[in-house]
């Protein structure tokens, strides 16, 4: 038995308004709605939604509706305000901060994801399977092709991944990830060529409920050197990487061929609902 955290307090800029709810799939699911179903296929006992304040009333009225057996069967749903956690600001304090907020509410281990992101359930059940046996100094992280991951409408950040074996050795954000018209995949931010096999985080973690205490001691650090500042982010992937530098994590990598489906852009949607159209529904009761 698992928790499973979903980051749904994003503001989406780039797309130009919240995604949380976008309908995606056929049957107007979201892709909230995807996830949900395949982590409580994998065994998840419980659902916490990291959210904006304004949004969470949607978000509940949405999940009751949608996942309403899931909820008869047993499976818990809580709702954790990001932005009342940490020094107000319009601009959420990164993924490492959503994660960490929803420490009150997770008793064990513990699945991490985007609420805006397609990972499949194939993906969902690998990562549940090697959630429940990690160590307190281990996690694990579900890698995809970096090809599978780009938009065809403009560039993504990613983290980009150095692996050794079935093992993460280093992870860097790389921002201004695009194809180019030649065919080569390039990032701005830093300047670097990938390729399509190139292993990328796209923020599906498992981790043991001992990892809030060094989330917790990352961000502190991370607030006395950028809190000043209006759009610092303290990011997971960053957070893990330091952790693992201390020589104090291993992350297990857990390869997936799933599709994985996002938007990034506005362009994106109807690219993400025609694959979504030939793919199975989420079953209300979490059987895909």
């Not at 993504?156 to 280093?170: A, F, I, K, P, T």
């Not at 020589?247 to 362009?267: C, H, K, R, Y």
Request: glycine share 10%; charged share 20%; hydrophobic share 45%.
């Amino acid at each position: 038995m698992f928790t499973l955290v979903v980051m749904a307090a994003g503001i989406g800029r780039r797309f130009g308004g919240d995604k949380q709810l976008v309908e995606v799939g056929p049957d107007g699911e979201s892709f909230l709605d995807y996830a949900i179903s395949a982590a409580a296929g994998a065994g998840a006992s419980k659902v916490v939604l990291v959210v904006r304040s304004e949004i969470e009333s949607v978000l509940r009225a949405h999940l009751d509706v949608r996942h309403g057996d899931l909820q008869r069967a047993g499976v818990a749903f809580a709702y954790v305000r990001q932005d009342q956690h940490g020094a107000p600001r319009p601009k959420p304090w990164g993924t490492a901060h959503a994660v960490l907020v929803a420490a009150a509410e997770v008793d064990g281990p513990f699945v991490v994801c985007n609420a805006d992101d397609y990972y499949g359930p194939e993906a969902m059940s690998a990562l549940a399977a090697s959630a429940t046996g990690l160590a307190d100094d281990e996690a694990c992280l579900c890698g995809y092709g970096l090809a599978r991951t780009l938009s065809a409408t403009g560039s993504v950040s990613r983290g980009v991944c150095q692996v050794s074996g079935d093992r993460l050795v280093g992870i860097v954000e790389h921002h201004g990830v695009a194809r180019q018209a030649d065919g080569t995949i390039t990032s701005s931010e830093p300047a670097a060529l990938l390729t399509d096999e190139t292993i990328v985080s796209m923020n599906l973690w498992a981790f043991p409920r001992a990892a809030f205490d060094w989330i917790g001691d990352s961000f502190e650090r991370f607030m006395t050197a950028h809190g000043h500042e209006a759009d610092s982010e303290c990011l997971l992937p960053t957070v893990v990487a330091e952790r693992m530098a201390q020589g104090a994590l291993s992350v297990q990598m857990v390869s997936t061929g799933e599709e994985w489906i996002g938007v990034t852009n506005p362009d994106d949607l109807e690219a993400a609902r025609a694959v979504l159209a030939g793919l199975p529904s989420p079953d209300p009761g979490g059987r895909l």
